[in-house]
C-alpha cells in the first residue's frame, strides 16, 4: 500500500516561529509537492521538488522554504510564521510520465496565533 | 498560466446521478484528473483523461473534449458516501522535464437521502 506521510496532523505556532512540516513518501517518487489548501481558493502549490536538492517555485512561495536532502523526503519551512499562514498543508509525491497520478499525504492543519 | 472554473457546490438525492462539470483554458494541454476529498481527509485520485471521450470506471465516468476545454466527471447510482468535494486539476507542458498540475477550486458535493 502506497504512503505519503506527514509529520503532524495538527500544528499550533506562534507568530514569529519557525516551522518545519516534514513529509515522507515510500513510492520511490521523483517529484513532490507542497500545497496549501484554504476554503474559496481550492490546492495552491507553493513549491515542487523534481530531485534531490531540486526545487521549483510553484504559484505562491513569499514566506516559505523547502528542503530536499533525500529521495523520499521533503520539507516545508515557514521561516517566520505569521497569523496568514494558518492553513491545511498537503504534501504530494509523484512519479515520472504522462500517465502519473499524485499521491497525497494526510494534510497537517497549521495555526498560528 | 491556467484557468479552471467548477462550480462551487451542488446538491443531489441517493440514487440518482450527478454531473460535475470543468472548463478550462491552458495552453499546451497535457492531461486532465479528478480528485475526491472527503472532508478533512486528503485528496484521492479518480480518473485521467488525456484523448477526447468517456472513461469509465464503475459508477463513476469522466468525458473529455480538448477542442472545447470541457471536462465533465459523471457520478451514478448516487449514494451517501459520495458526499465529498471533487477537484479538477489540468496538466500542461511540462516544466523542466515535469508535469505540473493545476487545480481547480473543487466541487463541494452533498448527497441527501
Known amino acids: 500500500d502506497v504512503k505519503v506521510t506527514q509529520s503532524s496532523r495538527y500544528l499550533v505556532k506562534r507568530t514569529g516561529e519557525k516551522v518545519f512540516l516534514e513529509c515522507v513518501q515510500d513510492?520511490?517518487?521523483?517529484?513532490m509537492f507542497w500545497y496549501r489548501q484554504d476554503p474559496g481558493l481550492g490546492l495552491r502549490l507553493i513549491y515542487f521538488?523534481?530531485?534531490?536538492?531540486?526545487?521549483e517555485k510553484g504559484d505562491i512561495p513569499e514566506g516559505y522554504s523547502v528542503s530536499r536532502e533525500k529521495k523520499e523526503r521533503f520539507s516545508l519551512i515557514l521561516e517566520s510564521a505569521s497569523t496568514n499562514q494558518t492553513s491545511m498543508y498537503l504534501c504530494?509525491?509523484?512519479?515520472?510520465?504522462?500517465?502519473?497520478?499524485?499521491?497525497f499525504g494526510p494534510g497537517t492543519r497549521l495555526t498560528v496565533l | 498560466g491556467q484557468n479552471i472554473d467548477q462550480p462551487t457546490e451542488m446538491t443531489a438525492t441517493e440514487g440518482a446521478i450527478v454531473q460535475i462539470n470543468c472548463t478550462y483554458q491552458?495552453?499546451?494541454?497535457?492531461?486532465l484528473f479528478w480528485y475526491q476529498q472527503h472532508a478533512g481527509e486528503a485528496p484521492t485520485f479518480l480518473s485521467y483523461?488525456?484523448?477526447?471521450g468517456l472513461e469509465e470506471k464503475g459508477r463513476f465516468s469522466s468525458f473529455l473534449s480538448r477542442s472545447k476545454g470541457y471536462s465533465y466527471l459523471l457520478l451514478k447510482e448516487l449514494q451517501m458516501k459520495d458526499s465529498a468535494s471533487y477537484l479538477c486539476?489540468?496538466?500542461?507542458?511540462?516544466?523542466?522535464?515535469?508535469?505540473?498540475?493545476?487545480f481547480g477550486r473543487g466541487t463541494s458535493l452533498i448527497v441527501h437521502p
Open positions: 504530494a509525491s509523484q512519479g515520472m510520465g504522462l500517465y502519473n497520478e499524485q499521491f
Open positions: 486539476a489540468v496538466r500542461s507542458t511540462p516544466s523542466g522535464g515535469s508535469y505540473i498540475p493545476t
Open positions: 483523461n488525456v484523448l477526447d
Open positions: 513510492m520511490d517518487h521523483e517529484n
Open positions: 521538488s523534481y530531485d534531490v536538492k531540486m526545487k
Open positions: 491552458t495552453s499546451g494541454f497535457n492531461g
